[in-house]
């Protein structure tokens, strides 16, 4: 069965059938046994009121009618059909409601054994046929019976606790009503009312759950198909919906880093186009040219295919970074000593004191190494002669401060120019750059847990401001 929801609901179902039949069993067992300890409560309440009757009633040797009286009497006061028989089964004397129900048909007549010989009868009134007991007959039941018959079959008596009321017969007996109608078929009728009411509430809350996975489903096909923008329904505190969030959140990375490499991509191939343009054409004009062109256009082709390496080697840095395969290596890194390195490479200003000497940076030196160098060059290149490069302690991250004296950054642009190959109006006639450096300085800062921005700078210019995490 392929459905998940008819798993489900047949899961449901198996396990509430085998519930209801169990409850049944321990029911009926219970019932039972209570039954049985109430029967043999009443069948020694039976002989001790026997015995209770023998020490009230006259001796076997008074005379016959002090006897008939006393039991008339006795039956009178207990309300009870009682009669009184010899050691020979003859009636000595009987009450008047034992009397009246001698001759009523469906009645059953118990007797009980005195020490001194004679017998006690009581009359019971027969329960109706629905609500009789399995396995007693009808009838007059002849005989002596000992403790246990006389319970079984015992007359009128309070009804126990396990039974729930007590009606009166038309012919005058009271009849019990209570766990017996739970037996047979009224026991049967009440375990399929409750399995085909519980099946029926089951299965719409079933079908809702699966509704809602098989949205899902759809919705990942959908997502497969090359729907980058489809998302799923993520409404509810369940799991599901703690699933179909976290598939939105996974989408919505997939989609961003497949925009991000198409950018990449097509950036990347109008990059490229440029220098292998000048290499074409000094080539083409290599064979021509004279010894002094010749020169000039060997130092041509040098820059272009140095160009051409930079941005190969830029565009494979940003997408390792930007997929995550570039793993990060969490050392112990001497800033200082990498600063001092870089600043006498672009020849930078250092501005530092001895604190500045203990501090290390938690990360990758060469990934650290390479987002200071960006922002020196891009300083260099576009912020004019003076370059400046300080470190501030702010908690537990070092803020690396580039500082020039360049034309600046516009407020609105200071965001978009860490945007792959985004470059400011008027920058990309300028000499190198294709405009990945600073996007790869973003992309470090963060792998490394940090980040970066731009700020304008007191009396012109710009200041890049790199924050890492220190060492702890």
Known sequence: MKSLYWRIYLTVIVVLAAFALGAGWLFQRQIEQERGNAEVAAGERWLAMAVLLQRALPPADAPRELQARAIEEWGQRLRMALALQDAQGQRIGASELFERREEVPGQRQVEITLDDGRHIAFIRMQRPPGLRPEGRTEGRTEGRTDARRAAGDGPDRAPSAALLRREEAPWGGPVLLGPRLLHGQGLLIVLVLLFVGIAAGAFPVVRRLTRRLEALKTGVQTFGDGQLS????????????????????????????????????????????????RLKMAFAMFEDAGEAQRRKLKLEIQTNIAELDALVEEVLLASRLDSGSQQIHQDAVDVLAVAAEEC???????????????????????????????????????????????????????????????????????????EPFYRLPGHAEQAGGVGLGLSLVKQIAQRHGGSVRCEARDGGGSIFVLSLPLKT
């Open 344 to 418: 006498a490479r672009s020849g930078a200003e250092l501005l530092s004191d001895e604190q500045d000497s203990r501090l290390q940076l938690l990360g990758e030196e060469r990934l650290i190494r390479r987002a200071l160098r960006n922002l020196l060059e891009n300083a260099r290149r576009y912020g004019g002669g003076s370059v400046e490069l300080a470190m501030k302690h702010r908690g537990t991250l070092l803020e690396l401060h580039v500082a020039d004296r360049g034309p600046g950054v516009p407020e609105d642009l200071r965001e978009r120019i860490f």
């Open 230 to 277: 489809h998302r799923v329904d993520d409404s509810g505190t369940d799991e599901v919906a703690a699933v179909a969030r976290s598939f939105n959140e996974a989408a919505g990375r997939v989609e961003t880093l497949l925009r991000s490499h198409q950018s990449l991509l097509a950036n990347a191939s109008h990059e490229l186009r440029s220098p292998l343009a």
